[in-house]
Every structure is written in C-alpha cells, then in structure tokens.
C-alpha cells in the first residue's frame, strides 16, 4: 500500500521533538575495550584466584596445626596419668616392702634372742620424770609392788612396767632420780628414746618393739 505523504507542518514538528531528544539523550559511545586492557584484567582475576587458593590453604594448615597441637595434649595427658599410676603402684609396693622388712627384723632378733620370756600379756604404763606421784598412786591401789609383782609375773603371765626414756643429757638428775626409783620397786621398763611431749607416737612405737623383743607374748598393752 502506499502511504500518504506527510504535510509540512507534521514534518516541522517531528524535526523540533527530534531536536529536543537530542538535547535532553547528549550522544555516548562505547569504547571497546583494547588489548592491553583485557590482559590486566585476566591477571587481576589470575592473582585474585591465586590469593584465594592460598587463603583456603593457609586456613587448612591452620586447621591441622591446631588438631596437632590438640593431640599432642592429649598424649602429654595420658603420659602424666599414666605415671600417677606407676608412682602409686611404686609407693604401695615399697610400703608393703617396708611392712614385710620390719617384721622379719621383729622375728629375726626375737628368734635369735636367747633370753625371750614367755608372758600372757604385757602392760606398758606410760609416764614421765616428773610423775612420780602418780605411779606412787598406782602402785598403792591396783599395780602390785616388789615380790608380789614378780609372783604375778610367774604364776599369772602379767607384766606391768613404767615406760620411760632418758632425758636430753643422759646420766643427768632425773636419769638419776628414774635409777633410784627403779632400784626400789624393779618395775620400770627403759627405753632408748629422749622424753619430750612432741615425742610421744615416737615412744609408743619404741615401746612395743622393746617389749616385743624382751617378751614373747600373747598380747601387748599401752
């Protein structure tokens, strides 16, 4: 079909719309990129590339050093338990040798101790230098005194002794005054130990091995 030609007026306006689009859309052109441009942005985005790589690596060396390091806790742990353990073990095994070691001593010297007394029961009373009242008050009430203590001894089984030591200067006044009391009632049981408050444990366990190795009894008293 042919169309109709255009008058002139309608040609004069679409000349001002085109003129003023013009003005109001200015003209742009788009620049190609060129070589060069595009060889710095491949090795851009090669060294980004390259930097991620290295990032994830660096994380997992990371990673696996912590887990190292977790581990060799872990075993450094088990090694001090484990010697805890061994350390226990020793400690019992050398009580128990010690345990053993003291008793065959005990029966070894009593065995070879020719001058063993049998006895029922051995009454050890413990006391000091400046208690001499109170073993007069025992040997005036229940403690027999001189051959009636020694017919005790021999009919009954029962010894009864005063436990003590010496003082800090052995062969001083009250050694002195222990060996006169001794001469005159014989029922003092001597014992290689200093007297001394703090010293007590210590002179219990001096007891009854002395009394274990003077007398062969059934049973044994402080």
Known sequence: MRGRPLSGRIMLVLCIASFFAGSLFPSQTWNHPSPSNSRELLETANQMSK???????????????????????????????????????????????????????????????????????????????????????????????????????????IVIRFMIGHSATEGGVLDKAIDAEEAMYGDFLRLDHIEGYHQLSSKTRIYFSTAFSIWDAEFYVK
């Open 51 to 157: 930097l991620e790589i290295a990032a994830k690596d660096c994380e997992h060396r990371h990673k696996l050093a912590e887990g190292g390091v977790m581990e060799e806790v872990s075993k450094t742990h088990q090694t001090i338990k484990s010697l805890d353990k061994t350390i226990s073990k020793l400690e019992q095994e050398l009580a128990v040798a010690r345990t053993s070691q003291s008793y065959e001593l005990a029966f070894g010297q009593k065995e070879s101790n020719h001058s063993v007394y049998k006895a029922f029961v051995v009454i050890g009373i413990n006391t000091a230098f400046s208690s001499r009242k109170r073993r007069d008050s025992l040997r005036k009430t229940w403690m027999p005194r001189g051959e009636k203590l020694k017919k005790l001894e021999k009919e009954k089984g």
